[in-house]
T-cell receptor, first 110, second 114 residues
Framework: QKEVEQNSGPLSVPEGAIASLNCTYS??????FFWYRQYSGKSPELIMF????GDKEDGRFTAQLNKASQYVSLLIRDSQPSDSATYLC??????????FGTGTRLQVFP | DAGVIQSPRHEVTEMGQEVTLRCKPI?????LFWYRQTMMRGLELLIY????????DSGMPEDRFSAKMPNASFSTLKIQPSEPRDSAVYFC????????????FGPGTRLLVL
């Protein structure tokens, strides 16, 4: 079992819809969680992080964390074609390094 | 502020040649990470440094790979000899704090070994 798992996708949503990206993790010692966006041919870009159970909102993005279920999600409201990218989930265990999932490819079509 | 700087951006070499990748972290950042990304394996951590000291190199695939950080503003990842299976995008990332929690990535080096 991978430490951080994501569905590879692609997840296809129409423009204006809510895109829901999911991530599960196996290590209950994981303390915080990060979402990176990676456009094709580019480097990962940090878009959100979350430490506590519940929701954290930043503009059109909402990160959700449920430590009991070991589940993290990223919601993108009013999805735009420019949101089309691969989204990487990462878990931090407090051991100096992030553990990345393999990413979910999101396609937003007009 | 300048972000993480990597060079070269692209490298094409022949099997058996030595390859050296370079990274300049964000000024003031205390941790530096080298990653490799492929379609098959995703983003893999190779090695990371805290305050110029290598902390964990368990991700380095073989003895052919080595990394150094002689000072706070420069690191190298060397592959000698290179093999076709080393073809990947190599990213360097840096973090302000030694805990390595929030990392900022460089643009990457695309390596192709023929």
């Amino acid at each position: 079992q991978k430490e951080v798992e994501q569905n590879s996708g692609p997840l296809s949503v129409p423009e204006g819809a809510i895109a829901s990206l999911n991530c599960t993790y196996s290590d209950r010692g994981s303390q915080s969680f990060f979402w990176y966006r990676q456009y094709s041919g580019k480097s990962p870009e940090l878009i959100m992080f979350i430490y506590s159970n519940g929701d954290k909102e930043d503009g059109r993005f909402t990160a959700q964390l449920n430590k009991a279920s070991q589940y993290v999600s990223l919601l993108i409201r009013d999805s735009q074609p420019s949101d089309s990218a691969t989204y990487l989930c990462a878990a931090y265990r407090g051991t100096d390094k992030l553990i990345f999932g393999t990413g979910t490819r999101l396609q937003v079509f007009p | 502020d300048a972000g993480v700087i990597q060079s070269p951006r692209h490298e094409v070499t022949e099997m058996g040649q030595e390859v050296t990748l370079r990274c300049k972290p964000i000024s003031g950042h205390n941790s530096l990470f080298w990653y490799r990304q492929t379609m098959m394996r995703g983003l893999e951590l190779l090695i990371y440094f805290n305050n110029n000291v290598p902390i964990d190199d368990s991700g380095m695939p073989e003895d052919r790979f080595s990394a150094k950080m002689p000072n706070a503003s420069f690191s190298t990842l060397k592959i000698q000899p290179s093999e076709p299976r080393d073809s990947a995008v190599y990213f360097c990332a840096s973090s302000l704090f030694a805990d390595g929690e929030t990392q900022y990535f460089g643009p990457g080096t695309r390596l192709l070994v023929l």
